[in-house]
Each structure stands twice: as structure tokens, then as C-alpha cells.
């Protein structure tokens, strides 16, 4: 098939005198992208790279693919990662992964928690602050985790992000509105292992977006197919990043990683992890492939807690946990890379 790539380049974003460091570290590199491609041709697709950019509707309409492999961030807008998205409705275009509206709201946090919460799956209680001076929530006990509401690959994830007390609270709020200029996302801090479950596929209909009611109703996940948890080990990592995978860990630290996996787990914590991550995939409309961020509670006999669903979730195929997780599974990256595309062909019944 035709295939058009889409993805936003760190190397093409745009730039401006003063603009924030952090602002498009969660874009891809040429080595993703590259990677990508020759997978995708190495199953004998003829493989074209568009920006998504401005210009992607006129390049779409030149190039003329059958389908694209999405991966686009975005560049502005709350919803960033479903601008491309639209646009390939909009032409008619079949694309591989989530839809508009679930790439719209996993890229917002609080958004995501409250559909979550409404199906009772565990997320960390938590409150949004739109101004400094709001008053604390008496149900929100120190100590607290204060991060960005729409951003990714840690932006806005340091150290200092966990709180004890109101001052450190409203300083961290500060320093989130005067850098990030959006509301904040203040959660209960889990103390605990941090672990990763990524999956392909697609939920075998028929299957609503809403869970069993009843907790012994059968747990229907039938069409995905989990990789072994990967666990940041982060007792490998400085102490002074405080068991946070912050964006120091994530950016600057990006090839010197330090992972478990498959995570050393018990049979059903990985079976409950697995479930925890069939029920966000699709509470939230997740389709192809994506990745669930889950913290277990030391404090509460490892129970765990999801903080985010990755609907794009990266595939730099040196470090990128998703392929970490395909490879101890016992996937090549060519086979990742294909099983998502071949997920949208069937879906859309192109073949
Ligand atoms: N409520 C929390 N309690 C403890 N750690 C947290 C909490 N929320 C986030 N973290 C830490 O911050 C990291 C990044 O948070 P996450 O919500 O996954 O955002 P990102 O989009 O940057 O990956 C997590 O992997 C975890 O280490
Ligand atoms: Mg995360």
C-alpha cells in the first residue's frame, strides 16, 4: 500500500527568540520516523514522510495514500494531537490509531481522570487549580503531586512536583501557571513502583465504551494483545529526582534508561494490570495501539493507580517503552510497527 507517515520533527517545529526548552520535547526525531519507514517497507509498503503541518491538506492531496501511519503531537492548541486527525476526516483519509476525540482527551489529564473516575477504574484523587490562590480541597492530604494538565514526556515533572505542605504547594502551582499556562493537575502523590502496559489490537466487538456493572461479570479484553509491564527502576536513578520519572530522567537521560522487563510482577498483578489497561483503552475510545502509565501504592499493598493513557504512545525503536515492551514480548520492531498498521487496514477493510 500507499503509505503516508505523518509525524511532527522535532527539527521542523517552528521557533521564536525565548521560547521555553521544554516545548517540543515530546516531538520525534528522524530516527523514529526512519525507523518507522523502513519497517513499514521491509513488509513491502511504499512509504511517503509528511509533516503535519499547515501544508499536510495540499501534500495529502498530491501524495494520494491509501492510508497514513500517524504519529503527529501537534504544535498548538489544547488539542493538539487531534488536528491531524481531523484533517484526515475531513479528506476521507483512513489513518492508523485513536480518533479525534480520544486523542483530544487522554492529552488532557483531568479530563481523562473524570472518565475514569465516572467508571470507577483507579486514578489518584485529585483537584484542578485554575489560579494560585484556590483553596485546597480538605479531602486532599499532603503529600501531593502538582503537574501540567496537557502535557507529556514530563514536561513540567521535576523533584519538586511532590509537595508537603501549602507552601511548597502554592510555590509549584506558581511556577506550573508562570511556565505552562494552563490549568494544574494536583493528584494524591503514590508513593511506589512505577509501571508501564502496553497494548496493540483492537476490542473484538460487540463491546460498548462502558465496563460490566457487575464485578463478576467476565473481563472482556478479547482482540488485545498485552506486552510484559516494563518497571522503571528507579532506584537506579539519582536520588535527587526522587523516585520521579521527571523529565530530566526522560529528556536529557533518554539512552542511559533503567527498566525491568518484563516487570518482575506477580501473575495477577500483571493480570489486573492487564484489565486496568483493556478498561482505559476503552473507556477512553483507544484504537491500534497504547500505552497505560500505572503507579502501585506502597502504602496500600501495591494497588494500582493509572495515571494517564498514551493513545500515541513513542516508538523510538532504541528506547521508546512500547518497543521495549514489544521486544521482551518477543516482537521485532518491524512486527509492532506492522501490527498497528495491519489493526487500521482491518479495521477500515481497506484489504
Ligand atoms: N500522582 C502521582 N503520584 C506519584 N507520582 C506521580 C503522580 N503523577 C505523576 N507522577 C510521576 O510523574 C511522572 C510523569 O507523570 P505522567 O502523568 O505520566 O505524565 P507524562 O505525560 O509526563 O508522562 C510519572 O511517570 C510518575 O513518576
Ligand atoms: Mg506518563
Redesign the pocket.
Known sequence: MRVALLANLKKNAPTWPGISPDLWDDLDSEKTTDAIANALRSAGHEVIYLEGNPDLVEHLREVKPDICFNISEGHFGDSRESQVPSILEMLRIPYTGSKVLTLALSLD?PMTKRVLAYHSLPT?PFQVFERIKEELDPDMRFPL?V?PSR?????G?TAE?IVNDEAQLRSQLRIMFERYDQPVLV?????GR?VTVGVVGNLTSPVAWRLPEDDEAPRVQKGLHFFPPLEVDMSRYPEEEKG???SKI?VEMADVFHYLCPAPLSEETVEELNWLTAATFRVTGCQDVARV?F?LDRNDNDKP?I??I?PLPGLNPGYSDLCIEARAGGWSYEKLVNRILDEAIERYELE
Open positions: 489529564k489518584p503531586f503537574k502535557e507529556g514526556t514530563g514536561m515533572v512536583s493528584e494524591r502523590f503514590i508513593e512505577e520521579v520519572y521527571t526522560k502509565d503507579r493507580y495515571l494517564e498514551n
